[in-house]
């Protein structure tokens, strides 16, 4: 099926379905950050993405708009001289299977957590702490492997519930923002959304 996608988007709008836009690239890809010339083509924030498809979120048919800054505990970038990675580290070091790049196959830099980076990415997105810019958490399962491929947290054991209390704390009073959702492997994720620490 090949459509125009704004016109198809904005119909699916004014008919109040939900439509989720979802952009490539993290924050710190984006053309005007700090990290030029080891960026991508484009601004990666979530105005940039709802203007790449055409909506604007004052049009009168977007009537509620969530934005999900999606952070990983450990932040990737693709080998080579690809900009700056806080605390780079090893895959061996993690103890985790090396993530390859898609098309090359190349092996992924990988580095500690950017809690001020995903500060900034919230911050360029419009949030702290207001609701509308939430945090998904992903790869939780490299900082806490007995959650791996957990759903609910009544699925999880007393320590590493603790240790996921703990860590969500913690990101949340780095990032200024909710985490909502936390991933626990490629195909879980947790939703902590209404969820009181």
């Not at 990415?121 to 491929?149: C, E, R, S, T």
Request: hydrophobic residues 35%.
């Amino acid at each position: 099926l090949l459509v125009d996608s704004t016109t198809y988007l904005t119909m699916r709008l004014e008919a109040q379905n939900h439509v989720i836009i979802e952009g490539t690239q993290g924050y710190g890809l984006g053309l005007h950050t700090e990290f030029y010339p080891q960026v991508t083509s484009g601004d990666c924030r979530a105005i940039d993405f709802l203007a790449q498809c055409g909506i604007s979120p004052w049009s009168p048919t977007v009537t509620d708009l969530d934005v999900w800054v999606v952070a990983r505990t450990y932040p990737i970038r693709v080998a080579g001289n690809s900009g700056p990675l806080q605390g780079e580290t090893s895959w061996a070091e993690l103890g985790v299977e090396p993530e390859k790049t898609t098309v090359t196959k190349k092996v992924r830099r990988v580095g500690e957590w950017d809690g001020e980076l995903v500060r900034r990415a919230v911050w360029a997105n419009g949030g702290g702490f207001n609701d509308k810019v939430k945090i998904a958490l992903m790869m939780v399962d490299y900082k806490i492997p007995g959650i791996k491929g957990v759903k609910d947290t009544n699925d999880i054991n007393n320590e590493d519930y603790d240790s996921l209390c703990k860590l969500v704390r913690e990101v949340e009073e780095q990032v200024d923002a909710r985490v909502g959702l936390v991933g626990t492997g490629p195909t879980s994720i947790i939703d902590l959304r209404g969820w009181n620490l």
